[in-house]
């Protein structure tokens, strides 16, 4: 298993991204509202980020994102990508978002096989 985490900045995707997510088989996640650390020191004023920084962080309207966790088995991984790349694009342009997965060693209180009812 892994932990996919989604640092979704295009919000307008948000509702395409989990809905094709859960048409794959990946029903589980967690969102959190979030913001990155330069957005976060410019609306404190911060020393450390320029001013022509700032006027960039202020123009482009996105003041917060979503942070998206969601635990999957290593074979959804491959659907999981496919899906963030047809609902958000590409990744590797400018306020978009990042992915990436870390190895879960232990998990408790995760349904195996979400289409299965619990037995009474």
């Not at 998206?68 to 342009?93: C, H, N, P």
């Not at 400018?94 to 992915?99: A, K, L, M, R, S």
């Amino acid at each position: 298993m892994k932990l996919m985490v989604i640092i979704l900045n295009k919000l307008d995707s948000l509702e395409y991204l989990l809905e094709g997510l859960s048409a794959a088989g990946i029903g589980g996640a967690t969102i959190i509202e979030s913001s990155g650390m330069a957005m976060t020191l410019s609306k404190l004023d911060s020393s450390f980020v320029s001013s022509s920084l700032k006027a960039l962080f202020s123009s482009d309207g996105n003041e917060d994102n979503r942070t998206i966790f969601s635990v999957i088995r290593d074979d959804q991984l491959d659907i999981a990508r496919k899906v963030i790349y047809s609902t958000v694009g590409d990744l590797s342009l400018p306020n978009t978002g990042v992915v990436f997965t870390l190895p879960i060693d232990f998990a408790e209180g995760i349904r195996k096989n979400r289409n299965k009812l619990p037995e009474a």
